[in-house]
């Protein structure tokens, strides 16, 4: 079962990263894979706030969690 990490946390990981940390000690470190840190690196260079893109955001936003029930 995958891991899942809040988006706080990833968002410290890559903080950390752009301030000079490297990968390979972030996932010593925190025992993430490098294959992660690089993809929120990149979602988080799209959208800074919630790592997110926009077409996910958009049906996101569009979908009903709780659709209604007759």
């Not at 972030?26 to 840190?37: A, F, H, R």
């Not at 706030?49 to 955001?57: A, D, M, N, V």
């Amino acid at each position: 079962m995958a891991t899942k990490y809040d988006i706080d946390f990833k968002k410290m990981i890559v903080s950390l990263y752009q301030n000079g940390e490297k990968v390979k000690d972030l996932t010593s470190e925190y025992g993430i894979s490098d294959k992660n840190i690089y993809a929120w690196i990149k979602r988080y260079a799209k959208d800074k706030q919630t790592g997110i893109s926009r077409e996910c955001q958009e049906v996101c936003v569009n979908e009903n969690p709780f659709p209604r029930q007759n």
